[in-house]
């Protein structure tokens, strides 16, 4: 029930923004993240996952507002649910052959892109853009760790910060930026949601039934 709410929610909120209808975005935006935490609660998913999403709840809402000061207590909670999100990689995932080629590209991707937005970001948002860029790389690297479906989530959570950044910094932008920004963010964050509680992900009420019946059995 939660997942099909959120995902009827994130449907309706990208379809506002290709219409244009900024009043139902502002509504819409700030239900999803509660919508999927919904979700992993009910799948009996770690308290760490529902911290990281409200921690993006939190910065969804803030970034409603178009103030400089309120732009970075939006990205500091952004920041805060990354590192609920590395806590949980390190503790779940394992490590896989091909992480160093994997790292080295993250690497090369995270120097490439903040010296090409550097000078045209403005002078205040430069340091906390290229520290967040170093957390949310960290982050979508160790994604990887809990497997495919995490892995892209935590690669499509880079790109819709980096379309965030470039707007920034005044770069060309595609058609609806917005939506472009959203449609990548609600799927990283299902994503990343899905690698962490893993089986229970695909049946939660399955699951619940499973871990009774051991119960029963166990006494």
């Known amino acids: ?13 990208l379809v506002a923004l290709l219409a244009g209808a900024e009043g139902a975005h502002v509504v819409l935006k700030p239900l999803l993240m509660p919508l999927l935490a919904a979700y992993v609660i009910a799948c ?21 507002f178009d103030q400089d000061t309120v732009f970075l207590a939006g990205m500091g909670a952004f920041a805060v649910g990354h590192v609920c999100y590395l806590v949980l990689f390190k503790r779940q995932g394992t490590v896989r052959a091909r992480g160093a080629l994997l790292g080295a590209a993250y690497g090369v991707a995270l120097v490439v892109t903040v010296a090409a937005l550097w000078p045209d970001l403005p002078a205040d948002m430069r340091v906390p853009v290229a520290a967040y860029s170093v957390l ?11 497997g495919v479906a995490a892995g892209v989530g935590g690669a499509l959570f880079l790109l819709s910060d980096s379309l965030i950044a470039t707007g ?26 899905r690698g962490v509680l893993g089986e229970r992900a695909t049946a939660p009420s399955a699951y619940r039934e499973g871990r009774v019946e051991t119960r029963r059995i166990a006494h």
Do not use: E
């Not at 979508?140 to 760790?145: G, L, T």
């Open 1 to 13: 029930m939660w997942r099909a709410a959120f995902f009827v929610a994130c449907a309706a909120d």
């Open 44 to 64: 009996r998913g770690p308290r760490l996952l529902c911290a990281a999403l409200l921690l993006g709840w939190c910065g969804d809402v803030l970034l409603l």
């Open 136 to 146: 949310l790389t960290c982050m979508a690297f160790a994604s990887s760790r809990l």
């Open 168 to 193: 920034i910094a005044d770069w060309p932008a595609l058609p609806r930026p917005d939506f472009w920004v959203m449609g990548t963010y609600v799927a990283a964050q299902y994503l990343l949601a």
